[in-house]
Each structure stands twice: as structure tokens, then as C-alpha cells.
């Protein structure tokens, strides 16, 4: 079955690097993505990364995927106040038109 | 222009009562959805409508009914309401495209309170 694991809390210091992980199960996924929940707000695509990538770079924003071990890291360089949110790792499996959530990590970064 | 919309934000009731809640989106998707954000903020997803048609219905109760009257809304209603069912509801919608990539646009979410 799918599964989708992510560590609870991340806590960082504004300047540094924050990286998130995920874990997941099922070798049959198509997409891997984050999403990024600010505070009362719905979520937001952050970034995305196809199954046959290993790497994808956008601005601060990399998305490292270990298929072998089904890892997927999500690093933000420069961490600011305003990227405290829960992030959220996702996975859509081929013939299926849902996605798969983690529970979400919350980031922190104080000043 | 806001992409997916969802009324009311927030939602007080007394235990018993039936609600609804409304979403609309004018991306022109196919598929829209609902999930439930509990108070440890896990997402998990209660249905899914392709076109008009219920294509995923998670375990939940059937006190929860969608209605889907065209492919640009779809409405949960709430019948009985539980002191459990106090969340935050988020509508969603997509279109899923070529090798499945399934980029979902989020609501900002529906606070309900069952007292």
C-alpha cells in the first residue's frame, strides 16, 4: 500500500539551510511534489520533481529523489522568517488521479 | 481572480445540525476534491469527482454527501454533525495530464466547529 512519511518539526535559524525528508513506499509513483502550508491558508505547489529525476534546482529550492532507497529531500538555502509553514511531500501513482500526502512538517525559522 | 473558492471560511454549529459547504473553481479543471485537515494538521482525502462523477470515496461516513451540480463545484454536505467532525475542510482541483502529473489548486479552507 502507499505510504508517505515525513519527520513532524524542523527548526532552524534565519540564514540557514533547512532540508526536509520523506519517505515512501510505493516504487510505482510518477511525480513526487512539495507543498507549503502558510497559517490559515490552503496549500500551495512549492515544487515537483518526475520519477526519473534525480535532481531538480529552482531559485533556493532543491529537490533531491533517491529511487533505490525512495528518499525525497526537499533543501531550501538562505531559510527566511517567511518560509515558516508545514510542508507537505505528495506522490501520484500511475493510474490514479489522487495524490498522496505525508503528514506534513512544520518549519520554524527564528530570527 | 481567486482560483478555488470556498464559503463560508468559517463555520460554528451545534452538534446534530446539517451544513453545507461550497466550492467553486474557474480553472477549468475536471477533477476536484475534498479533504479534511485535522488538529494535528494531517491532510487525508474524503472524495474525489472527475467530470461530475464520484471516482474516490475514502472510508467516511455517510453522513457526508458531495454534490458535484457542474464540473466547476462541488458542495459537501454535512448531515448530523459530530463533535469529530470539527476541522478544516479543503476543496481542491486539478487536471490531470500526461503521465499523470497532478498538480492540485487548494481552497483556503473551511473552519468548522461543531459545539
Known amino acids: 500500500g502507499e505510504d508517505v512519511e515525513q519527520s513532524l518539526f524542523l527548526s532552524v535559524r534565519e540564514g540557514d539551510s533547512s532540508v526536509i525528508n520523506c519517505t515512501y513506499t510505493?516504487?510505482?509513483?510518477?511525480?513526487l511534489y512539495w507543498y507549503k502550508q502558510e497559517p490559515g491558508a490552503g496549500l500551495q505547489l512549492l515544487t515537483y520533481?518526475?520519477?526519473?529525476?534525480d535532481m531538480k534546482q529552482d531559485q533556493r529550492l532543491t529537490v533531491l529523489l533517491n529511487k533505490k532507497d525512495k528518499h525525497l529531500s526537499l533543501r531550501i538555502a538562505d531559510t527566511q522568517t517567511g518560509d515558516s509553514a508545514i510542508y507537505f511531500c505528495?506522490?501520484?501513482?500511475?493510474?490514479?488521479?489522487?495524490?498522496?500526502f505525508g503528514k506534513g512538517t512544520m518549519l520554524l525559522v527564528s530570527p | 481572480d481567486t482560483a478555488v473558492s470556498q464559503t463560508p471560511k468559517y463555520l460554528v454549529t451545534q452538534m446534530g445540525n446539517d451544513k453545507s459547504i461550497k466550492c467553486e473553481q474557474n480553472?477549468?479543471?475536471?477533477?476536484m476534491y475534498w479533504y479534511k485537515q485535522d488538529s494535528k494538521k494531517f491532510l487525508k482525502i474524503m472524495f474525489s469527482?472527475?467530470?461530475?462523477?464520484?471516482?474516490i470515496n475514502e472510508t467516511v461516513p455517510n453522513r457526508f454527501s458531495p454534490k458535484s451540480p457542474d464540473k466547476a463545484h462541488l458542495n459537501l454536505h454535512i448531515n448530523s454533525l459530530e463533535l469529530g467532525d470539527s476541522a478544516v475542510y479543503f476543496c481542491?482541483?486539478?487536471?490531470?495530464?500526461?503521465?499523470?502529473?497532478?498538480?492540485?489548486?487548494f481552497g483556503p479552507g473551511t473552519r468548522l466547529t461543531v459545539l
Open positions: 481542491a482541483s486539478s487536471q490531470v495530464v500526461l503521465h499523470y502529473y497532478n498538480e492540485q489548486f
Open positions: 510505493d516504487s510505482s509513483s510518477t511525480y
Open positions: 520533481i518526475f520519477s526519473n529525476m
Open positions: 505528495a506522490e501520484s501513482l500511475s493510474g490514479y488521479s489522487t495524490l498522496t
Open positions: 480553472l477549468g479543471h475536471d477533477t
Open positions: 469527482y472527475n467530470n461530475k462523477e464520484l471516482i
